[in-house]
């Protein structure tokens, strides 16, 4: 059963950073492509930054230049490295794991940009 978990949410302050790990169980992270989501109050949920199998990434240009997306495929884990934060960064953060004909969602984990 593949299983996707969110953590390292919480404050930040602008300029500051922190940075979100995605533990998958289940599947072995190298092999599929995944990616962060962020819906912040009101909003559609958007992609953030995403990462395929051939390790490939690809930014939202709102995030570019700031966040930085990664794998450890010994942990099974994917990060999210967000730097030079900004308030309109804070949403619920969300992991995605692309298995062909099925999405995997993480539960999400709340980042807040405020000082």
């Known amino acids: 059963q593949v299983q996707l978990a969110e953590s390292g949410g919480g404050l930040g302050q602008p300029g500051g950073s922190l940075r979100l790990p995605c533990a998958a169980s289940?599947?072995?992270?190298?092999?599929?492509?995944m990616g962060w989501y962020r819906q912040a109050p009101g909003k559609q949920r958007e992609l953030v930054a995403e990462?395929?199998?051939?390790?490939?990434?690809k930014y939202a240009d709102s995030v570019k230049g700031r966040f930085t997306i990664s794998r450890d495929n010994a942990k099974r884990t994917m990060y999210l490295q967000m730097n030079s934060l900004k308030p309109e960064d804070t949403a619920v953060y969300y992991c995605?794991?692309?298995?062909?004909?099925?999405?995997?969602w993480g539960q999400g984990t709340q980042v807040t940009v405020s000082s």
């Open positions: 995605k794991c692309n298995l062909g004909v099925s999405d995997y």
């Open positions: 289940g599947i072995l992270v190298r092999l599929y492509n």
């Open positions: 990462i395929n199998s051939g390790s490939s990434t």
